[in-house]
């Protein structure tokens, strides 16, 4: 279906929710606003195929501007509110939006951009600054009536910088009405059970493939989606129990932070209303799912895709707690595991994922990185970086990204498994394993530690847990050396910027998180 849809049905429901401040929006003004935004999208010469940029926290506008551009058959570029100036013009101009509407919560960074965008329409939503207009003004001056060309647009995302500069994901613009089936629906609906009754908690940055897309996809069915401003642990726990959430979708380091709740603090909730908990983003370590399913129950759903859309792995707790630590099997796109030379390995056997079958995918404006996505025989596979191996049920697992690999004295070493096991340790509050230089192996094994309590940093701690992990795990795969950090780099999805803490290491200077 479609939010317009859903407004004649029920045009009093609540569509979003402010998680903190309690502020609503209906599918009515859902639909009138995005009818507003569309017919001034028109109004600026904007057509088929052209492209906007947000620029915004979560707030209760940021949905309602993209429903805007999907019915204006538009490219909607989100990008992360946490960038510098010099970034967000850089994704600014390598999509070609022709308009950016910002937040005045960012105007800082915003009012930097106005000098090099004399070419680009400038927009703010709460307020603004010299250089921008209204964009609540703007839009609000424009029919609520619908466009008269209406047609299906899509969004266009950047990579999350993990292990580089961000890339942006561009597929074709299907050319279909705006109401037409979407497969992401499909599956919500199916997979997760998601209905017009999910009120369905999002806990992460809408600018992210995964919330943005998730929480389109519950409009899609006519649920209510609850958006926390920001992730805290607690607080999400608070959530589920008022707003009485029964659909979320998290990230592994989110599970992580509320199972090291005070036991009695994280017990007081009542997060019984969950009946589907999503979670992807990066592997889970299997004692965390496992707790987390002693805790909420059954409930939780995983799967593997990314951005790029090339292929879609699930599983359920059921079928998990048979296969521990599986990401699930194919339901879009046929998995092949290869070797460096491109051939497929043997069941068990650990390699390069790829993908067959899926959806096409190219990375704009950069040839060489969509190459290097594509098997060097088989240019319809490609992936994400991963390396992984199938069980015989076809289950997949995946061991790490690729670029992470840390190689000592000839040996493979990938690092997740060791943070899987550090991660469990009481007094850990996160980590990330990386692999530093040596004179005699090229690289070795380095662990750096963010401790729950800073007072513990110190070497008696770092023997503890270099013992900790060598009980668990082959010692060529532990770290010889500790270090600790207050805070690591993590994006507010929950993916760790590994590049930023390796690179401390290797005299590189990279930039900020995206």
């Not at 070609?96 to 960012?106: E, P």
């Not at 992210?208 to 642990?233: K, N, Q, S, W």
Request: charged residues 25%; glycine residues 10%; contains cysteine.
């Amino acid at each position: 279906m479609h939010p317009s849809v859903i407004a004649e049905k029920a045009p009093d429901k609540s569509a979003i929710i402010m998680a903190e401040t309690g502020e609503r929006m209906s599918y009515r003004a859902l639909d009138e606003g995005s009818n507003q935004g569309a017919q001034l999208f028109r109004e600026l010469g904007l057509k088929t195929g052209d492209g906007i940029a947000i620029f915004m926290e979560n707030n209760i506008h940021f949905l309602e501007i993209c429903w805007a551009a999907q019915r204006s058959g538009l490219y909607y570029t989100c990008i992360s509110s946490r960038l510098t100036t010099g970034e967000v013009e850089y994704i600014l101009r390598d999509c070609g939006a022709k308009v950016l509407i910002a937040s005045h919560s960012l105007a800082k960074v915003a009012s930097d951009l106005v000098s090099s965008l004399a070419d680009v329409k400038l927009l703010m939503v709460g307020g603004a600054i010299p250089g921008f207009e209204s964009y609540e003004g703007a839009a609000g001056a424009m029919p609520k009536t619908r466009i008269a060309d209406e047609i299906g647009g899509l969004d266009m995302l950047y990579s999350s910088g993990t292990t580089g500069r961000p890339k942006g994901v561009r597929h074709a613009l299907p050319g279909l009405p705006i109401d037409a089936p979407s497969p992401l629906g499909a599956l919500v609906a199916m997979l997760f059970g998601l209905s017009e009754d999910t009120i369905y908690l999002s806990p992460a940055p809408l600018y992210h493939a995964a919330p943005l897309r998730y929480c389109m996809a519950i409009h899609r069915i006519g649920g209510t989606v609850v958006v926390m401003e920001h992730f805290d642990a607690e607080r999400a726990l608070e959530f589920i129990e008022k707003y009485k959430a029964n659909g979320s979708q998290w990230v592994p380091t989110m599970f992580v932070r509320m199972l090291k709740l005070p036991e009695d603090v994280r017990l007081k909730y009542d997060v019984s209303s969950m009946k589907s908990a999503i979670h992807a983003a990066a592997p889970c370590p299997i004692d965390v799912k496992r707790k987390m399913i002693e805790w909420w129950g059954p409930v939780l759903h995983e799967y593997y895709a990314g951005t790029e859309g090339n292929g879609f792995c699930y599983v359920n707790s059921i079928d998990w707690l048979k296969h521990p630590g599986t990401v699930g099997r194919a339901l879009v796109g046929e998995v092949h595991i290869c070797g460096e030379d491109g051939v497929e390995v043997a069941t068990g056997e650990e390699g390069v994922i790829y993908f067959a079958g899926a959806a096409e995918f190219e990375y704009h404006n950069d040839k060489k990185k969509t190459a290097e996505s594509r098997h060097p025989a088989n240019p319809g596979w490609s992936t994400l970086g991963d390396v992984g191996k199938l069980d015989a049920d076809g289950f997949l697992y995946l061991t790490d990204r690729k670029a992470f690999m840390i190689i000592s004295g000839g040996v493979n070493i990938y690092p997740q498994e060791a943070e899987n096991i550090l991660i469990s340790h009481p007094r850990v509050a996160d980590v990330a394993v990386i692999g530093v230089p040596n004179e005699d192996f090229g690289e070795e094994v380095k662990a750096v530690v963010q401790p729950a309590d800073w007072a513990d940093a110190g070497p008696a701690l770092a023997e503890e847990l270099i013992v900790f992990c060598r009980e668990r795990l082959s010692p060529i795969k532990c770290p010889r050396t500790i270090d600790f950090d207050r805070e690591l780099p993590r994006h507010p999805t929950g993916k760790l910027y590994k590049r930023l803490v390796r690179d401390r290491y290797w005299g590189k200077r990279e930039s900020r998180i995206v």
